[in-house]
C-alpha cells in the first residue's frame, strides 16, 4: 500500500501578548480493494434524542481518568526515547481524533484502539465512551469571556470514497465533525483547501502546513485544539532578567527569567517523589501545574506519573507564600504517531489487518498510512495584561508569615495544563529555547537546587 508523506512545511509562530498552546493532529488515509461492510443498526432520530434528553452522563468521569492515564503512558514513551529533548503534545487532541477513528473501526481494531487509549471495555462500553467525548467536547466549546478554548474536528473526504451514513451522523453528532469532500487527484488544490482551514482554525499561527499532499489520498483527518488566556496573577516584564538554566549538570542555557517576588498560590512539595508542584492559575477555570524534580530526580517523577499521583498532587495542594522564578519558553513537538502508539498497544489500526469497515462500504482495506501530532507551546509575562488581574500582585508583611519559599526553575521541570478534569498539554521542558547555544556551566554559577527556604 501507498504511504503517503505528510510535510510540515512551515510553522508560522510569532510573539504572542498571550500564553498561547496549540495541539494538532492529522491522519492521513489510503485505500486499496472493495467490499461489502459489516455495519451496525443506526440509531433512530428519537432514540438519539432520549439519550441526549437523559442528563449527564454518569461515565463522563471514567474518560477523565482513561484519558490522564493515556496521556502518561504515551509521555512515558516518548520521554524513554527523547530523554534529553522537549517533548510537547496534546492527549485530548490525540485521544480525540483516534476515539473519532474508532467509530469505524470493527473487532479486533476497535477494542485495540479503545484500549489502547487507556479504556476498560469490561467497565465502560463504547457507546458510553463517545457520549463522553460528546459532552466532554461541548463543554470545551462553550464561550469564555477569560480565556479561548476551542477543539474540533473536519474530515477531507475524495469524491472516490463514500462514507457510510452511519459513520458519517455519528461523526457529526458526537464529535460534531465538518465533512468537506476534496479533490485528491489535483494535489495541489487539496493542498490549499485544507492548508487555509488549518490556518483559520488555528487563528493563522500554522500556515502552509502541508507542502503537497499525494494523489494516493481519500481521506485526511483533522482534530485541533487551541487555547490562548491569560494569568491570573501576572509576571511583570520590569522582574524578567536573563539567567542560567541548567539543562544538566555539564551544559547550562541563558534565559530570560520571569519573577514573582512575593505571592501567594498553591504547592506541594512531595517528599516521597522528591518534586516540587506549583499551581498557577489563568483566567476562567484553567490551570497549570509545574512540576519541578529535585536535582537528579527527573525519571524517578517520570516513572511515577499516573492518574493516582495526579490526583494525589491536587488533593495536597495548600495555599503558600513563595517567590517564584520561571523561565520564559517557547517549544514544539512533532510526531509520528504510527511509530508511537504500537508500543502503547494500538498496533492492528496501522497494519494491513486494520479493520476500518465501518467508514466506507466501498472499501476492502482501509489503512492509515500516516498519522501525525504536532503542538506548539509560549509561555512570557506579557500574557498578563489583564487589569484585574494586577490587584492580586500584593504583599503582606512578611513578618505574620513565615519565610517565603524561594521556587527556581532553573532545571528541566513538567507542564500539565488543563482543567480541573482534564489534561490539554503535557510538556517536559529540557531546553526553554532551543535557539540558545548551549555552553559549559561556569565556575561559580548561581545555585541550581530550585527550592530553598521554610516547608
Not at 176 to 183: I, K, L, R
Not at 424 to 445: C, I, R, S, T, W
Request: proline share 4%.
Amino acid at each position: 500500500m501507498t504511504s503517503v508523506n505528510l510535510l510540515f512545511h512551515r510553522l508560522g509562530v510569532g510573539r504572542m501578548k498571550s500564553t498561547y498552546l496549540l495541539g494538532l493532529i492529522l491522519a492521513v488515509f489510503s485505500v486499496t480493494g472493495l467490499c461489502n461492510p459489516h455495519t451496525k443498526e443506526a440509531k433512530t432520530d428519537d432514540q438519539t434524542q432520549e439519550e441526549q434528553l437523559g442528563g449527564i452522563n454518569p461515565a463522563l468521569s471514567s474518560i477523565y481518568t482513561s484519558n490522564a492515564d493515556f496521556a502518561f503512558q504515551l509521555y512515558k514513551k516518548l520521554a524513554s526515547e527523547k530523554n534529553q529533548e522537549n517533548i510537547l503534545f496534546s492527549p485530548l487532541s490525540i485521544s480525540t481524533a483516534f476515539a473519532l477513528l474508532s467509530l469505524g473501526a470493527r473487532g479486533t481494531t476497535l477494542n485495540e484502539t479503545l484500549e489502547g487509549l487507556g479504556f476498560n471495555l469490561t467497565e465502560i462500553s463504547e457507546d458510553e465512551i463517545h457520549r463522553s467525548f460528546q459532552q466532554l467536547l461541548r463543554s470545551l466549546n462553550i464561550p469564555n469571556d477569560d480565556f479561548q478554548l476551542s477543539s474540533g474536528n473536519a474530515l477531507f473526504t475524495s469524491k472516490h470514497l463514500e462514507l457510510l451514513e452511519k459513520f458519517q451522523e455519528d461523526s457529526k453528532l458526537l464529535y460534531s465533525t465538518e465533512v468537506f469532500p476534496a479533490n485528491f487527484q489535483d494535489p495541489d488544490l487539496a493542498t490549499k483547501q485544507i492548508n487555509d482551514y488549518v490556518k483559520k482554525q488555528t487563528q493563522g499561527k500554522i500556515i502552509n502546513l502541508f507542502d503537497r499532499l499525494d494523489k494516493s489520498t481519500i481521506m485526511v483527518l483533522v482534530n485541533h485544539i487551541f487555547f490562548k488566556a491569560k494569568w491570573e496573577t501576572p509576571f511583570f516584564s520590569s522582574d524578567t532578567v536573563k539567567k542560567k538554566f541548567f539543562v544538566n549538570e555539564n551544559k547550562t542555557v541563558d534565559v530570560s527569567m520571569m519573577g514573582k517576588d512575593v505571592f501567594f498560590t498553591r504547592i506541594f512539595q512531595d517528599k516521597e517523589l522528591f518534586c516540587t508542584v506549583v499551581e498557577l492559575k489563568y483566567m476562567g477555570n484553567a490551570i497549570a501545574l509545574f512540576i519541578l524534580p529535585d536535582i537528579a530526580k527527573m525519571k524517578t517523577v517520570e516513572d511515577a506519573l499516573s492518574p493516582e499521583v495526579l490526583n494525589k498532587w491536587k488533593n495536597s495542594l495548600q495555599e503558600r507564600q513563595i517567590q517564584l522564578y520561571l523561565p520564559k519558553f517557547s517549544i514544539s513537538g512533532n510526531y509520528e504517531l504510527e511509530k508511537i502508539l504500537p508500543a502503547i498497544g494500538i498496533k492492528e489500526l496501522f497494519t494491513d489487518r486494520a479493520n476500518l469497515s465501518g467508514i466506507s462500504g466501498q472499501t476492502k482495506n482501509i489503512k492509515i498510512s500516516k498519522a501525525v501530532h504536532k503542538a506548539v507551546m509560549d509561555v512570557d509575562e506579557t500574557g498578563t495584561e489583564a487589569a484585574a488581574a494586577t490587584g492580586i500582585n500584593f504583599v503582606l508583611t512578611s513578618m505574620r508569615f513565615p519565610s517565603p519559599i524561594v521556587i527556581n526553575f532553573n532545571r528541566p521541570f513538567l507542564v500539565l495544563l488543563g482543567d480541573e478534569s482534564n489534561i490539554f498539554f503535557l510538556a517536559k521542558v529540557n531546553n526553554p529555547q532551543n535557539e540558545y547555544p548551549l555552553e559549559e556551566k561556569e565556575e561559580g554559577a548561581a545555585d541550581k537546587s530550585g527550592v530553598k527556604g521554610n516547608s
